[in-house]
């Protein structure tokens, strides 16, 4: 059994719910935020920095948005800021890395990291790769990933092929249709991304222990904290005083947990050895793989 990490690992999601993107299988109500309802997601956002910023512990954050939050300057700055935090040892965020990118240069990245989704469809393998560069040449590290549906098997082959072997490419398995990959295609994928297999099917977790509601928890934009984005079930508020006395070790309730942001905190998986201080962006760390297997016609680059 790997110990539990000291540190706090918190997944923080406001009410912001509008993406640029219409992604046809995205899980999420897409909605549009008003002009006000940004200004309140900001307000909720800045408080919570603030409360990051006043605590005693080492505190990593992953903002996990209903919709895209980084093209929101409210964001960047509140990423910049806690990436210059000494208490914080890794901000980061999930994001469509679609938004304009030249903040990133005034965020520390040795604390910054993204995740990073590539959408075909919504954008061009061009544009996705010139946002790499970008976030390259600020020295942030990211990991980069894709919905694995069967219709986009040439699409990742290619962003793998034109991305730097050093960046780490995910496979999200498709897993709304039961068996939807043969056993050729999940070698095939597998080729890409080594641990494609975890997340084939949802993982069996009721009765072990889990970091959820321990070290690791989340926040919502009123400060309320649940073991997870899974499970309800209010643990405190992080703006009352004591709330950490409700954090401790629990085994999960649930049968299954099917999502890589919960169960990499499945303490019987062993992830944190996987990922060690890329669990957050969802880097292994022992990445770059040293030898990723050659895969037949692999190509060098694409324009
Ligand atoms: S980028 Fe993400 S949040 Fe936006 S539509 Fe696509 S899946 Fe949904
Ligand atoms: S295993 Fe998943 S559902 Fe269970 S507590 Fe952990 S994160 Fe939540």
């Given at each position: ?78 990423m910049i800021?806690?990436s ?7 901000v980061a965020a999930?994001t469509?890395l679609?938004?304009?990118l030249?903040w990133l240069a005034r965020a520390n990245p040795a604390t910054t990291a993204l995740?990073a ?15 790499c560069?970008t976030a390259q040449a600020a020295g942030v590290p990211f ?138 962006e ?22």
């Amino acid at each position: 059994m790997s110990s539990p990490d000291p540190r706090w690992s918190i997944l923080w999601r406001g009410p912001l719910a509008s993406c640029n993107y219409a992604c046809p299988y995205c899980p999420f109500a897409k909605t549009r935020d008003d002009r006000a309802a940004l200004a309140d997601d900001a307000r909720r956002l800045g408080r919570f920095v603030d409360w990051v910023a006043g605590r005693a512990e080492r505190i990593g954050v992953l903002f996990t948005p209903w919709g895209e939050a980084l093209g929101h300057r409210a964001y960047q700055e509140a990423m910049i800021r806690l990436s210059h935090l000494p208490n914080v040892w890794k901000v980061a965020a999930q994001t469509n890395l679609s938004a304009s990118l030249p903040w990133l240069a005034r965020a520390n990245p040795a604390t910054t990291a993204l995740w990073a989704t590539y959408h075909p469809g919504e954008t061009t393998l061009a544009r996705f790769l010139r946002q790499c560069a970008t976030a390259q040449a600020a020295g942030v590290p990211f990991s980069v990933g894709i919905v694995g549906r069967r219709e986009v098997f040439d699409d990742i082959e290619r962003l793998r092929d034109a991305l730097d072997p050093a960046i780490y490419v995910w496979i999200n398995a498709w897993k709304r249709e039961a068996d939807y990959y043969t056993a050729d295609e999940v070698a095939r994928l597998e080729r890409i991304d080594p641990h494609f297999r975890l997340n084939l099917h949802p993982q069996p977790t009721r009765g072990g222990l889990c970091l959820g509601g321990h070290t690791t928890f989340t926040v919502d934009g009123a400060g309320d904290v649940r073991r997870c984005h899974f499970l309800g079930g209010v643990l405190g508020n992080i703006y009352e005083a004591g709330f950490e006395a409700a954090l401790r070790p629990r085994a999960c309730p649930a049968a299954t947990c099917g999502c890589h942001i919960g169960y990499v905190h499945y303490e019987p998986l062993r992830l944190h050895e996987v990922f060690g201080d890329g669990v957050l962006e969802r880097i292994p760390a022992a990445w770059p793989a040293s030898a990723l297997p050659a895969r037949e016609g692999a190509l060098s680059s694409v324009a």
